[in-house]
C-alpha cells in the first residue's frame, strides 16, 4: 500500500527560529514530490522534486529529496507569523495518482 | 483568470440525497482531479481526469461518480450520500500529465446527516 507520512504533525516555534519538516514515502513507481503549504484554503504549491540531492529555494524555504532513503524536508529560515499553515506533502506515482500526507502544523509566535 | 472555482461553497444534505458539486477551470488545463481531505487522513483522491472524455479512479472513488464533457468543467456527482461522506472537498486543476504543480479550488464543505 503507497503511503507518505510527515512528521512532527505538529510544531509551535517563535518568529526568527529555523523549522525542518519531515516527509517520508512508500510508493511503488514514484515520479515526483511536492510541498504544498495550507492557510485556512485550498492548498497552495510550493516545490516539485524529483532528482535527488537538487536542493529547490524560494527564498526562506528549501526543500530537497533524497530518493534512496525515500524522504523530503521541507526547511523554512526566519520564520515568520505569515508562515503558520499546514504544510503538506504529496507524492506522485506512476498512473496521474497523487498520495498526501497528513500535513505537519505549523505556529510561528511572535 | 478565475482560476480553479467551485460551487457550492457549504452544503448540507441527509441521507440518501444525490448531489452534484461543480468545478469549473479557465485556464486550459488537461487534468483535474478531485480530492476530500477529512481531519487526521489527508487528502485523498477521488477521481480524476487527463482530458475531455477520459477520467479513472483514486484512491476513494466508491459512492461518487464523474464525468468530463468539456476541458472547463468536471463536476463531482454524490450518488446517495452517506455520513461518511462529510467532508471537504477540493477540486484541483494542473497544465498536463507532466505538469505537476496542481492548482486548487477553494473547496466545498459538505455535511451529510
Known amino acids: 500500500e503507497d503511503k507518505v507520512v510527515q512528521s512532527p504533525l505538529s510544531l509551535v516555534v517563535h518568529e526568527g527560529d529555523t523549522v525542518t519538516l519531515n516527509c517520508s514515502y512508500e510508493?511503488?513507481?514514484?515520479?515526483?514530490l511536492l510541498w504544498y503549504k495550507q492557510e485556512k484554503k485550498a492548498p497552495t504549491f510550493l516545490f516539485m522534486l524529483t532528482s535527488s540531492g537538487i536542493e529547490k529555494k524560494s527564498g526562506r524555504l528549501s526543500s530537497i529529496l533524497d530518493k534512496k532513503e525515500l524522504f523530503s524536508i521541507l526547511n523554512i529560515t526566519a520564520t515568520q507569523t505569515g508562515d503558520s499553515a499546514v504544510y503538506l506533502c504529496a507524492v506522485e506515482v506512476t498512473g496521474n495518482q497523487f498520495y498526501f500526507g497528513t500535513g505537519t502544523s505549523l505556529t510561528v509566535i511572535p | 483568470n478565475a482560476g480553479v472555482t467551485q460551487t457550492p461553497k457549504f452544503q448540507v444534505l441527509k441521507t440518501g440525497q444525490s448531489m452534484t458539486l461543480q468545478c469549473a477551470q479557465d485556464?486550459?488545463?488537461?487534468?483535474m482531479s478531485w480530492y476530500r481531505q477529512d481531519p487526521g487522513m489527508g487528502l485523498r483522491l477521488i477521481h480524476y481526469s487527463v482530458g475531455a472524455g477520459i477520467t479513472d479512479q483514486g484512491e476513494v472513488p466508491n459512492g461518487y461518480n464523474v464525468s468530463r464533457s468539456t476541458t472547463e468543467d468536471f463536476p463531482l456527482r454524490l450518488l446517495s450520500a452517506a455520513p461518511s461522506q462529510t467532508s471537504v472537498y477540493f477540486c484541483?486543476?494542473?497544465?498536463?500529465?507532466?505538469?505537476?504543480?496542481?492548482?486548487f479550488g477553494p473547496g466545498t464543505r459538505l455535511t451529510v446527516t
Open positions: 510508493v511503488t513507481n514514484f515520479r515526483s
Open positions: 484541483a486543476s494542473s497544465r498536463d500529465r507532466g505538469s505537476y504543480e496542481q492548482y
Open positions: 485556464m486550459n488545463h488537461e487534468y
